[in-house]
């Protein structure tokens, strides 16, 4: 880092663990023949490469758009696998000892090129997140905050550090800022191998200088840095220490950054005077006709012939390496990890606070709008218009359950396949702490609901227990909302897959037709409704509970639960229908989300 202008990696407290040489060999990455069908592109995106990264190095992958630079950073740090048809072949090694990819990812700290940080928190929120879930317990609670102070101070995040970082709805930091704390974010965890793909990308040449400076800092601490990058500033790109081309996923050269000029040179194409050989080299792999590339990556691999990676990483390694388990980074326990995103989690929802006034707003309007359609309509004989109202207070608790989850889990999810692919924490700490606070938001949107209805519409019913019920059918609702969250590939998918989830389960209500009448073959579906045991559970408590034998009413009330195939005696079977139909897509959506977290860089 520009030694006037910033601090120095050297005097933080940053400290980086054992040394890495990582080596690679044999990767080869084909898309999987229904991609090829759909894009008529070529399927092998990476070609037989192989390459080897030493700490105390910061090379940089380069080539033109769609060469293959972030599918290699994706494989070599496992977030690629063989999956859905696709085709990864690759042998790793650390220090000479040999690695599965999917023992990668919680070796590897990994900027990604889009920043999904959490927009409710801080930059300076977002560091210590990452410092408490991932830095080995012995690294004490003063230690760290120094930690944070010096990556804010190193990636010029002063100004911002207390500012939301934000999103496309809430206002926030820059776009530059926001790269920087993504970089900050795998900074603090001390990592001995650091990925990072595009971190100048959005940045001015300065920040950019700023960025790739503080990497070579790390670096000379001793970790192992590989970075994709798209056109550097000739003072960026001499801060490198090696350059990896790629041409059509082959290696082009792949060598010191003082090294490439010559080689050029060799290959016909000298470094015109005056020109930043970036520059050049970029505009060459754009320019030459693809036989030519071809050619000189064909001149390449000859003149490497020979090369083993992992002879070579094994025997630096011998000077200085560390055993592959004494890698490996540490995570934090189990109620650690809960805490901090029970927090966040937390804090989230605090602060968001158009989501909640959204959220609040809408519950109290509608509920008025139906309590005024419904006014006192418990105080009159007409119980199939009574049925209506309950009916009606189901669905809404239904679908206000059930949207906000459809609205932001797809738009949160690339943020935990990113903190899950890293290790800063397990699946199931992360799905608990969306419990912990959900379950008090759809409670106090129940009683908000029968706050405004229960008098209004003059229910009669047990207030608590119609509480409950609606509690019930909001969990119950959220988790089918989740399982589609996990699923849909976006926000847009997951909106126009709603309706196909919510709206069978009113047919399945017993609202426009009995149970009885619906095809037996279709009538097993009813066990996935959670709203027609809501529905069930409510007509209980007020035509059940709420209508005693003493009632001139009795008899009509009674005809109610028998018209729609309820038994009184039955209620705590309905109950635990939906808490069944609650756990059972919770643990779908857990699974799912585990799926794909694997090799998710294609999901
Ligand atoms: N999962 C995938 N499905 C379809 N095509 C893919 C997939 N992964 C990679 N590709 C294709 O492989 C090629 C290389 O992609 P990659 O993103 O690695 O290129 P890149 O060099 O990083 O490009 P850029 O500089 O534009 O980011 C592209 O043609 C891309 O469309």
């Known amino acids: 880092m520009n030694s006037a202008s910033s601090r120095s990696l050297r005097g933080s407290s940053l400290r980086v663990g054992n040394k890495a040489h990582f080596a690679w060999s044999g990767v080869n990455f084909t898309l999987s023949p229904k991609t090829v069908a759909k894009s008529h592109k070529d399927p092998r995106v990476l070609k037989n490469l192989s390459g080897v990264a030493h700490p105390g190095e910061v090379i940089a992958i380069m080539g033109a758009s769609g060469s293959g630079k972030t599918s290699l950073l994706n494989v070599l740090s496992g977030r690629i696998m063989s999956m859905n048809g696709h085709v990864v072949t690759s042998k790793f090694s650390i220090n000479g000892n040999a690695i599965h990819a999917d023992q990668l990812g919680p070796n590897i700290a990994y900027v990604t090129q889009e920043d999904t940080l959490c927009p409710t928190a801080t930059p300076r929120e977002a560091l210590e997140f990452s410092a408490r879930l991932r830095l080995p317990s012995s690294v004490s609670r003063e230690e760290r905050e120094r930690m944070v102070e010096d990556v804010i101070q190193i990636l010029h995040l002063e100004k911002c550090a207390d500012t939301m970082i934000g999103n496309e709805l809430i206002k926030g930091i820059s776009g530059g800022e926001k790269r920087r704390t993504s970089i900050g974010v795998e900074l603090i965890t001390s990592p001995s191998i650091l990925f990072l793909d595009e971190p100048t990308s959005g940045l001015d040449s300065y920040?950019?200088?700023?960025?790739?400076?503080a990497l070579k800092d790390l670096a000379s601490l001793g970790c192992t840095v590989l970075c994709t990058i798209h056109q550097p500033s000739s003072e960026v790109f001499h801060l490198f220490d090696r350059v990896l081309l790629l041409a059509d996923g082959r290696t082009f050269f792949d060598g010191r950054v003082d090294h490439m000029a010559q080689y050029l040179l060799t290959c016909g194409y000298p470094v015109p005077p005056e020109t930043n050989p970036a520059d050049h080299v970029m505009f060459l792999m754009q320019t030459l006709d693809k036989q030519v590339l071809q050619g000189i990556s064909d001149q390449f691999e000859v003149a490497r012939k020979g090369f083993n990676p992992h002879a070579q990483a094994q025997s630096e390694a011998g000077r200085g390496g560390m055993p592959l388990h004494k890698l490996k980074r540490s995570q934090a326990p189990w109620t650690v990890q809960f805490i901090a995103l029970g927090k966040r989690d937390i804090q989230s929802v605090l602060r968001d606070t158009g989501s909640?006034?959204?959220r609040y707003?809408?519950?109290?309007?509608?509920?008025?709008?139906?309590s005024l359609i419904f006014y006192k309509i418990g105080d009159s004989t007409d119980t199939q218009s009574h049925f209506g109202a309950l009916a009606n207070l189901a669905i809404s608790g239904m679908f206000g359950a059930s949207q906000p989850v459809i609205l932001l889990f797809p738009s949160e999810r690339p943020r935990f396949l990113r903190e899950y692919a890293t290790g800063t924490?397990?699946?199931?700490?992360?799905?608990?702490?969306k419990l912990v606070?959900?379950?008090p938001l759809t409670f106090s949107t129940s009683i908000i609901t029968f706050l405004v209805a229960y008098w209004l519409e003059a229910l009669k019913g047990n207030f608590i227990l119609h509480v409950l019920t609606l509690w019930l059918i909001g969990m119950a609702a959220s988790s089918t909302a989740l399982v589609a969250g996990c699923i849909a590939s976006n926000v847009q998918v997951a909106m126009q897959a709603a309706p196909a989830i919510f709206v069978p389960q009113i047919l399945f209500a017993g609202f426009f037709i009995k149970i009885q009448q619906i095809p037996v073959w279709i009538r097993w579906a009813q066990y996935l409704c959670s709203l027609k045991f809501?529905?069930?559970l409510f007509l209980l408590n007020e035509f059940n509970l709420g209508c005693p034998e003493s009632s001139s009413q009795h008899a009509s009330c009674m005809s109610v639960i028998t018209q729609n195939d309820i038994k009184p005696g039955d209620w705590w079977v309905y109950g635990l229908v939906l808490i069944g139909i609650f756990v059972f897509f919770r643990s779908?959506?857990?699974?799912l989300l585990m799926r794909r977290a694997k090799g998710f860089a294609l999901a």
């Open 361 to 370: 707003g809408s519950t109290i309007m509608l509920t008025l709008i139906f």
């Open 207 to 213: 920040a950019a200088f700023n960025v790739v400076n």
């Open 588 to 591: 779908l959506a857990l699974i």
């Open 425 to 433: 924490y397990g699946a199931i700490p992360y799905f608990w702490s």
């Open 356 to 358: 909640l006034k959204a």
């Open 534 to 536: 809501g529905i069930n």
């Open 437 to 439: 606070t959900e379950l």
